[in-house]
């Protein structure tokens, strides 16, 4: 994967582009990349569950590739993560392997057996099955008319949904990358490689609203022809934990690193006239652990980037706290002298190497097929057409054209303006089920990512005891993402009780927080911001809302758990219901007043700001992905699939409840207390009733759970019981 990023920055910026998202996708998996003019790493990184603290290439992977394994469950289409791998492989290999993404795309005609060699069968000598394909298409077609009732369904209209699907988990993980970090993907260009990139390319492209894709000649296999592009590299870092005015003595560290660095290339044989160093300065506010990289300069330019990037990337600014130096980092770049040189064919007319169906956007078409060798420089092709090559198959859509330029790269850019803000309808449609579902999922996991960078504490930052999830007008759950669940079935409470006390009263550039148990909460070092999202029209669609567990919120003790608590008040600040932010201010000076109050006060009210204002930030990236969700598929489309996501949910614990018989059960506490459960099951119905009738009485000490966190853990056994991926919603 990183010689593939080295191969897409060295030949797209030899065509001429210099913003870039890379898409490389596989048979099992899609790594996704950014480049605009300098390689990212992460510094930090997590595998098998232990973090590594080492510079590497920054890629995101998802398990989304041309084997990866269709399937109808719970009334969604669904495209992995299960793969078929190379053995047995796609349906269409012809070793009983099961229908994937590839398969898909032989459905719809995109890849014919025709250009394909015949190495496939037990034996390795037959040509692609076109045939075991549809053949499986047509049993899936049945399967998914016996359960929706959707009868007139044609194979290929399922294939065509089954694509859709995979496409929308590409374009969810090129979005972490890029508007999960404030980037517009709109103005960059869309570089596919990979032996399956060329098939979905445009698609991708359209989901994200990119309008220019660039393939090169050996896109299929980038990643070996990157690697022979690559510069040799040495890196050296230092701590420099300063303020920001000591720029000065940061220059001189920076001087002993270069040296060092450029000696080690030297050691390596690289001539001093092919050495090159770079400095940057890893940045972040006092008090904060998420650094942001910059340029070297002087203390005011790299205030100004810092900033620049800080506000893309979080939503806000903390002027009131000073930036401080966290490590500095210099890096030696030999290069390689070796050039990207791919040549097209001589000027003149494509050759056509005939035509075929291709089934797109609902319908069949006539596509022209070419030979990519056969494509001269200015070769213009409008789609729907197919390019077949050695190594790969690039798919150009109805409204795009590919263009051949002299390194003989394909620059596919959208010939047809791609309609934005449509309504396509609010029936249930189970392709956009799944989609929509992945939508609100992508959000709640995008604030996720927002809250850990900028939080302040090792509670949330480090040991991501936290939740985000969105809510819709009534504050019903609607969609979360994998956080905590006890937060997440009882937050809803705190969103409607938080819309009953403000009726009337909320506006734009407001949120507000408790931790009140009679109001949602849990425990009170759990607290919650929840901000209401309004459209332009200023009518309120959604709320957004975060909780986080603050190390402590005062009480009698530090962490504001006493064991032997008798009272709310010994264990810390009861917040009913503050309006931290009003019109885009923090209120900051009243929120410290209420964290300091109290017989029993916060400890460190620094921090607990700290991390309310991280979670105002993961809120505001929730309330702005909402409102580019309707804009792009339209207002009616959004809150209509808000619903219908709740509606699966339910049927599918429905479903769960009418396999269940009833039960009892006591569990005797160890201070003497029964907690006694008695479950009642209408199978008819698919509907059970939880009665605790029995249960001991209320405990006179902290042994209690609100109504909130009862119906939470409820809520999250009936879940784990569908034993499939569905969304933790109201519907459950």
């Known amino acids: ?57 920054a890629i995101h992977t998802v398990a989304a590739g041309g084997g990866s394994i269709l399937a109808f469950r719970d009334g969604r289409y669904q495209a992995g993560p299960e793969s078929a791998g190379a053995d047995p492989g796609p349906a269409a290999y012809g070793r009983g392997g099961p229908l994937t993404v590839t398969d898909a795309n032989v459905m719809v005609g995109k890849l014919s057996p025709g250009h394909f060699p015949t190495v496939f069968g037990a034996s390795g000598d037959r040509p692609l099955d076109a045939g075991v394909v549809a053949e499986g298409f047509r049993v899936l077609r049945d399967q998914i008319a016996a359960a929706t009732g959707q009868d007139n369904l044609a194979p290929e209209v399922v294939a065509e ?291 850990e960078k900028t939080a302040a504490s090792v509670n949330i930052k480090e040991r991501l005891d936290f939740s985000c999830a969105i809510f819709d007008a009534a504050g019903s759950l609607v969609a979360n993402a994998p956080h905590v669940p006890v937060h997440l079935g009882s937050m809803s409470d705190s969103v409607r009780a938080t819309l009953r006390d403000n009726a009337g009263d909320m506006r734009p550039g407001d949120s507000f927080m408790l931790n009140s148990p009679y109001r949602g909460g849990t425990h009170l070092p759990d607290v919650t911001v929840i901000t209401p999202v309004f459209d332009a029209d200023g009518r309120l669609q959604f709320f957004t809302g975060s909780r986080g567990h603050h190390a402590d919120i005062g009480g009698r003790t530090p962490g504001s758990a006493p064991p032997d608590s008798r009272t709310i008040a010994e264990e810390g600040v009861v917040i009913e219901n503050f309006r931290l932010v009003e019109g885009g201010r923090i209120r900051e000076a009243e929120a410290r007043a209420l964290l300091g109050s109290g017989r029993w006060p916060c400890r460190n009210i620094d921090q607990n700001i700290a991390d309310l204002k991280a979670q105002v930030a993961a809120n505001e990236t929730g309330r702005r992905e909402l409102l580019r969700a309707m804009g792009e598929h339209g207002a009616g489309d959004v809150l209509a699939y808000m619903h219908h996501v709740q509606d699966n949910a339910e049927a599918s614990v429905r479903r769960v409840i009418g396999r269940l018989t009833d039960g009892a059960f006591d569990y005797p506490l160890d201070h003497g207390a029964v907690v006694r459960v008695r479950v009642r099951v209408d199978r008819a119905k698919g509907e059970a009733v939880i009665d605790f009738t029995g249960t001991s009485a209320q405990h006179d000490g902290n042994f209690n759970a609100p109504f909130a966190v009862c119906r939470a853990v409820v809520l999250y056994v009936f879940r784990t019981l569908v034993g499939t991926e569905i969304p933790l919603n109201e519907g459950c």
């Open 161 to 451: 949904g089954f694509l859709r699907v995979a496409v929308d988990n590409m374009a969810n993980a090129i979005r972490k990358i890029s508007v999960q970090k404030g980037r517009d993907v709109t103005a960059y260009a869309l570089v596919s490689f990979g032996g399956a990139g060329g098939q979905h390319a445009c698609l991708v492209a359209d989901a994200l609203g990119m309008e220019t894709v660039v393939i090169h000649p050996l896109a299929g296999v980038l990643s070996a022809f990157g690697m022979g592009l690559a510069d040799t590299r040495a890196i050296r870092q230092a701590q420099f934990d300063l303020p920001l005015a000591e720029a000065g003595a940061g220059g001189v560290v920076l001087e002993g690193l270069a040296a060092k660095a450029l000696a080690e290339l030297a050691g390596q044989g690289v001539p001093e006239a092919r050495q090159r160093a770079e400095t940057r300065a890893h940045l972040r506010y006092e008090g904060a652990h998420q650094t942001i990289e910059v340029v070297f300069g002087t203390a005011q330019q790299m205030q100004d980037a810092f900033e620049t990037a800080h506000l893309a990337e979080f939503g806000f600014l903390s002027p009131d706290r000073a930036i401080r130096f966290d490590m500095l980092t210099a890096e030696a770049i030999g290069d390689s002298g070796t050039r990207p040189e791919t040549r097209a064919p001589e000027p003149g007319p494509p050759s056509l190497a005939g035509t075929t169906r291709v089934f797109c956007k609902g319908r069949w078409h006539t596509a022209q097929v070419f030979l990519r060798n056969r494509m001269p420089e200015g070769s213009v092709v409008d789609g729907p057409a197919i390019i077949a090559e050695e190594t790969a198959t690039t798919v150009v859509e109805p409204g795009w054209r590919a263009r051949v330029d002299a390194q003989g790269n394909l620059i596919l850019t959208r010939a047809i303006p791609l309609p934005r803000g449509r309504a396509e309808g609010t029936t249930v449609d189970p392709v956009r089920l799944e989609v929509m579902s992945n939508l609100f999922m992508s959000v709640a996991e995008q604030m996720g990512v927002t809250l």
């Open 1 to 57: 994967p990183a010689g593939g990023i080295v191969g897409m920055a060295g030949t797209a910026r030899a065509a001429g582009f210099d913003r870039l998202i890379g898409f490389d996708m596989g048979g099992t998996s899609t790594d996704v990349s950014h480049w605009a003019g300098t390689f990212e790493r992460s510094f930090e990184t997590e595998v098998a569950g232990v973090r590594l603290r080492a510079p590497m290439m």
